[in-house]
Structures are given as structure tokens and as C-alpha cells.
């Protein structure tokens, strides 16, 4: 069970961090608002990095 909580830490921490980057690229390269459905793909871009974070953290322990 322990090994699930940490998995799960790890992939909210990676979606963060992506998340994060991302608005801030966005913060500093954009001047004009976002499109409408940005929320939809900053979700999914969120997703795809949690979900990259986890299978690295899978890779990691096996290795």
C-alpha cells in the first residue's frame, strides 16, 4: 500500500511541476489571453506529465 501512495505522490508532484512550467512559459511568452478549451488542454497536459513522472518513478525502482 505504501508503494501505491508513493506512486501517487509522485505523479500529483510531476503534474504540479509540469502544470507549473507551463503556465509559466505561457505567463512570460503570451501578452494576449487564451483561447477558449485552454483549461481543457492545460488539464491534459497535466495528466500526460503526471502520468510520465509515474512510469519514470515504475522505471527508476526497477533499474
Keep these: 500500500m505504501?508503494?501505491?501512495l508513493k506512486?501517487?505522490?509522485?505523479y500529483v508532484a510531476a503534474a504540479q511541476?509540469?502544470?507549473l512550467l507551463l503556465l509559466a512559459y505561457l505567463a512570460l511568452s503570451?501578452?494576449?489571453p487564451l483561447?477558449?478549451?485552454a483549461s481543457v488542454g492545460l488539464?491534459?497536459?497535466?495528466?500526460l506529465?503526471?502520468?510520465?513522472?509515474a512510469f519514470l518513478a515504475?522505471?527508476?525502482r526497477w533499474v
Design 17 to 19: 511541476v509540469g502544470l
Design 58 to 60: 515504475v522505471v527508476w
Design 43 to 47: 488539464l491534459l497536459f497535466a495528466a
Design 30 to 32: 503570451r501578452r494576449g
Design 35 to 37: 483561447g477558449e478549451g
Design 2 to 4: 505504501a508503494a501505491l
Design 49 to 53: 506529465v503526471g502520468v510520465l513522472g
Design 7 to 10: 506512486l501517487t505522490l509522485i
